[in-house]
């Protein structure tokens, strides 16, 4: 079993650790292993993987050429089962922190020179400017298994990049989200309503609009029904779904997207995210006036759901007789004996019904 003494980055910093070294367990198979202990020699590799901290898999190919590229980036991601991938520019290099079963943990560390040919690799694929770089800018692609959300951000060293990262399978049923029964229980039945008001809110990353997406395939479910989503982006296509996308540089934003779907005669909206008093009046408006309308309000529980609508000069009574139910959610990791595990927390709250 050989050994490596050196790192296989040069730029790989081990976030609290004291040594990295890789062992090479076959001609496939590569892992990085921290571990406090420094490895003497290739006898003492089976006292010393008992010591082992963590391992990450990294792809042959990688070892190889030395380099971090596009490929690689997004092979590390698959293996990782990453839901996001961060890149945060220092002074002198660019950090590559990987976002696994919610806990963000750095893979490796680039230089600038290096880092500014994988940003516009980045920027190409998802249809950005490479040639602006004091403005943000978001796009998406497509790659192999993956579906990437990408959103750069300028800082006072380099622009930093953020892709979210989705799988390209079969869209997640209501039933197969890990929702508690009881919590399940009450948004379906929020479901058959024909009119009023479901909201879905929750942190960054917490699955809102899989429950949102998972919601609208449950209705088309029951009837026939004519279903138009508002998002920014689209995430996912989903079959049997009317879909738009906001495009704030043409003015397509959130209320003017709203006024055009309420033209197309929908039985339910749902729209992606209430961001603004015009967004949230006319939302309520279309639920008051016989629509079912699901949406997206990005806070952290139900009381601050309802203050968040208050801030946006949503009348109380009117919010009382159209609102059918809040399901705020978020992503816990959980250790078990198999590992650490992700679950799905619910707290829901049903206001009425028809």
Not at 319 to 343: E, H, R, W, Y
Request: aromatic share 6%; net charge neutral; charged share 20%.
């Amino acid at each position: 079993m050989p050994v490596l003494d050196l790192p296989i980055f040069d730029h790989t910093k081990p976030v609290l650790k004291d040594d990295l070294r890789v062992i090479c367990e076959n001609a496939t198979t590569v892992w990085i292993a921290y571990s406090n202990e420094r490895l003497k020699n290739t006898a003492d590799v089976s006292d010393w993987r008992s010591k082992i901290i963590e391992w990450v898999p990294v792809t042959p190919s990688v070892l190889a050429t030395n380099r971090v590229t596009f490929e690689t980036i997004l092979k590390q991601c698959e293996l990782e089962d990453a839901s996001d991938c961060h890149f945060f520019s220092n002074e002198n290099t660019v950090e590559i922190w990987l976002r696994k079963k919610t806990k963000l943990k750095l893979w490796v560390s680039v230089s600038h020179t290096e880092y500014a040919v994988l940003l516009n690799q980045f920027k190409l694929h998802a249809g950005c400017d490479i040639s602006i770089t004091t403005v943000p800018q978001d796009g998406q692609f497509e790659h192999k298994t993956l579906s990437i959300r990408l959103a750069t951000c300028p800082t006072n060293h380099l622009e930093d990049l953020a892709c979210r990262l989705f799988k390209k399978e079969a869209h997640t049923q209501l039933d197969h989200l890990g929702m508690p029964q009881e919590a399940l229980s009450l948004l379906k039945s929020a479901c058959n309503e024909k009119n009023g008001l479901i909201l879905v809110t929750g942190p960054t990353g917490s699955g809102k609009t899989t429950t949102l997406y998972a919601a609208c395939s449950y209705i088309q479910t029951l009837k026939t029904y004519h279903v138009i989503s508002i998002e920014d982006p689209i995430e996912k296509d989903i079959p049997g779904i009317r879909q738009t996308q906001i495009n704030n540089q043409a003015g397509y934003n959130w209320s003017k997207a709203l006024r055009s779907v309420l033209r197309q005669d929908p039985d339910v909206i749902c729209v992606g995210e209430i961001r603004d008093a015009e967004t949230a009046k006319l939302a309520i408006e279309a639920a008051y006036t016989g629509h079912l309308v699901l949406a997206s309000v990005h806070t952290s529980s139900i009381e601050k759901t309802l203050k968040r609508l208050q801030s946006l000069q949503v009348e109380s009574d009117v919010l009382k007789q159209c609102l059918k139910a809040v399901f705020s959610q978020q992503l816990k990791a959980i250790d078990t004996p198999n590992g650490t595990q992700i679950a799905l927390q619910v707290e829901a709250k049903c206001f009425g019904s028809n």
